[in-house]
């Protein structure tokens, strides 16, 4: 079992900056792919952002990102600290939502809600105009 803990929500100016935070509980953290979805009122939970397992690059790639935040969100992991952070930079309104950790163990990167294991509670972002 896998317990996550999202922090760093809150209200933010479009524009602006904000980092989410994934505590991760269990000692075998480093071999779980990590992700961020998000769930907007009346709408669907929809992927984010992933990274693979101990960032490695086996695959050839370790990080992950919806075309929506490409560029502006950053997904990284400390497996020392079993924590997966979301940098939110150049926020905008349409980036407000309940944002969810997420955790999966296995090889592959899912970019749907059903491909992974584990969830926190989410967090809470909301974006000013």
């Known amino acids: 079992q896998v317990q996550l803990v999202e922090s760093g929500g809150g209200l933010v100016q479009a524009g602006g900056s904000l980092r989410l935070s994934c505590a991760a509980s269990g000692r075998t953290f480093s071999r779980y792919v990590m992700g961020w979805f998000r769930q907007a009122p009346g709408k669907e939970r929809d992927f984010v952002a992933a990274?693979?397992?101990?960032?490695?690059?086996?695959?050839?790639?370790?990080?992950y990102y919806a075309d929506s935040v490409k560029g502006r969100f950053t997904i990284s992991r400390d497996n020392a600290k079993n924590t997966v952070y979301l940098q939110m930079d150049s926020v905008k309104p349409e980036d407000t939502a309940v944002y969810f950790c997420?955790?999966?163990?296995?090889?592959?990167?899912?970019?749907?809600?059903?491909?992974?294991?584990?969830w926190g509670q989410g967090t809470q972002v909301t974006v000013s105009s």
């Open positions: 997420a955790a999966r163990d296995g090889t592959t990167v899912p970019r749907t809600a059903v491909g992974y294991d584990f």
């Open positions: 990274i693979n397992w101990s960032g490695g690059t086996w695959s050839g790639r370790s990080t």
